[in-house]
């Protein structure tokens, strides 16, 4: 079907329940729309200021993709961002990025109670998840 617009509820219906019965996914989401509204580092809208405050990181292991956003560059209050993707079924670890990191995603799991310190033995990432820290 190309355009639902013409068909019926059974079709269009929004299942309200699923809310309810997904409520973890649905705090997630809400805490990652609440961190872009707060962070200008996740929302350059031109191609220069990506250009110059996105760095990706090399020599990483294989299945991951993390970069760093220069939130200074850009008036965030986290002067350095990292984020972490790992797109596989193992747990992946990071070495090599510093001390002072603190988690504010870390596999998936926003930590609104506080932040914990990420200390210069590496992250661990989850399969499949994503981590966000910051400096």
């Given at each position: 079907m190309e355009n639902s617009f013409e068909s019926g509820d059974s079709i269009n219906a929004i299942d309200w329940d699923l809310k309810t019965?997904?409520?973890?996914?649905?705090?997630?989401?809400?805490?990652?729309?609440?961190m872009r509204k707060a962070h200008p580092a996740f929302r350059m809208t031109n191609a220069?200021?990506?250009?110059?405050?996105?760095?990706?990181?090399?020599?990483?292991?294989?299945?991951i993709v993390a970069y760093t956003l220069d939130g200074q560059a850009v008036k965030d209050s986290w002067g350095?961002?990292?984020?972490?993707?790992?797109?596989?079924?193992?747990?992946?670890?990071?070495?090599?990025?510093?001390?002072?990191w603190k988690a504010y995603i870390l596999n998936n799991k926003v930590r609104t109670g506080g932040q914990r310190k990420i200390m210069n033995n590496g992250i661990?990432?989850?399969p499949y998840s994503c981590s966000v820290f910051f400096e």
């Open positions: 019965t997904n409520k973890d996914v649905f705090a997630y989401i809400k805490a990652l729309v609440a220069s200021d990506i250009k110059n405050n996105l760095r990706f990181i090399e020599n990483i292991p294989e299945g350095k961002i990292l984020v972490v993707y790992n797109g596989t079924a193992e747990e992946k670890k990071l070495t090599d990025q510093g001390s002072n661990v990432v989850a």
